[in-house]
């Protein structure tokens, strides 16, 4: 492939031997180049303009300008070059990740553990580089993480009218997946809902343990609803946000008239855990045509087989739109496949979600 053609990448980490480990993964993809490297994010800084990268991956401790001050200074310069997180998975790690992500970075994702090359080798390969592609508008390799086979252009859209019953059923729960570019999507809807939301929400967001939890913390100081992680066996309640822990699938399930929620660690399904389609299987299975879905931005296409049995039952399905997503994967899948009832931008998203809830079942109250 031309060298002009290769999408230009820029790292930046502090350690030498992460910083070759990175360089080599990604310069084994013909799609790719390394253009520069640097140990901070003042350096990092000093080389942006001349380098031109398409993309940034950086890591988030760091001396003299750590991660977060860096991705406060280039949002400063380019609001719109994509910029990867590259952090470790520990608590304070997964914090100043959020924090970035509030700031304008892209994406996240955790280095390993331990010191082992050879592991954080085979996670650049398996997760870093389709990050890389999608946020760069290049082919995602078959098998890649989050399940995001082929190019992600796909098909023209086409939106194909649904047969479904003539009694459209009220919204009794509001059910979310999302991966990446979630943390800020979220953060932007859910402000949204009104504190007399009256069905619950689940959301499966891609994300791993530590995390899910912060996020419901920061989120629920942004919503006149609460939010939390789910636990294990606690009842579904209208007017509350559930967040399915990272690494565990979330389902609900009716227990004697009660729905409750559980989570397990079943097999991942399209590479991921919390997957979508394992949660909207679920709530297809209690609440049927009476569930609303939605698909916000994300790679990949986890989410398009519960829609498909969700949309055979008669629910509503919301997509939201390619000019407000970081990623249109899987959003995109579900509109391609003629399955969405409206797409819309992020910031209609909330008015359409009270529609469907607060406004129809006062029309049902008062019929």
């Known amino acids: 492939m031309p060298e002009a053609t290769k999408k230009r990448v820029l790292i930046v980490d502090d350690a030498v031997v ?3 480990t990175l360089s080599d993964a990604v310069s084994k993809d013909p799609f790719l180049e390394v253009v520069g490297t640097a140990s901070n994010g003042r350096i990092a800084l000093a080389k942006f303009a001349a380098l031109h990268p398409d993309i940034i991956l950086l890591d988030i ?42 700031l304008g970075a892209t994406d996240h994702l955790t280095k390993p553990s331990n010191t082992d090359m050879v592991a954080t080798s085979e996670t650049v390969s398996r997760e870093l580089l389709p990050r890389i592609r999608a946020l760069c508008h290049l082919p995602v390799a078959l098998g890649a993480e989050a399940g995001a086979p082929g190019p992600l252009g796909g098909p023209p859209l086409v939106v194909r009218p649904k047969h479904k019953p003539r009694l459209v059923a009220p919204a009794q729960i509001v059910a979310i997946g999302v991966s990446t570019g979630g943390p800020d999507a979220l953060a932007r809807l859910l402000p949204s809902l009104p504190a007399n939301l009256p069905v619950p929400v689940v959301i499966a967001q891609h994300m791993p343990p530590i995390f899910t939890s912060l996020l419901a913390a920061r989120l629920s100081t942004k919503t006149s609803l609460p939010v939390r992680e789910c636990k294990s ?17 979330m389902v609900t399930t009716s227990e004697n008239g009660v729905v409750r929620l559980k989570a397990h660690q079943g097999p991942k399904e399209n590479f991921c855990r919390p997957s979508v389609d394992v949660l909207f299987r679920s709530v297809a299975s209690v609440y049927g045509n009476r569930t609303l879905a939605v698909i916000l931005t994300g790679m990949g296409q986890d989410g398009l087989r519960g829609c498909e049995l969700l949309s055979s039952l008669g629910a509503r399905i919301l997509v939201q739109d390619e000019a407000s997503s970081v990623v249109w994967g899987m959003p995109g899948f579900v509109a391609r496949s003629g399955l969405a009832d409206k797409i819309l931008p992020l910031g209609q998203m909330g008015v359409e979600i009270v529609r469907a809830t607060i406004l129809q079942s006062a029309a049902r109250s008062q019929s």
């Not at 070059?81 to 992500?101: C, D, K, N, Q, Y």
């Open 18 to 20: 992460v910083r070759r």
């Open 61 to 102: 401790e760091m001396p003299e300008m750590d991660g977060l001050e860096t991705v406060r200074e280039l949002r400063k310069i380019d609001g719109h070059v994509p910029i990867i997180m590259f952090s470790t998975l520990t608590e304070r790690g997964a914090s100043a990740t959020l924090e970035a992500l509030a």
């Open 233 to 249: 066996g606690e009842a579904l309640t209208a007017g509350c946000i559930f967040i399915a822990p990272g690494d565990f699938h």
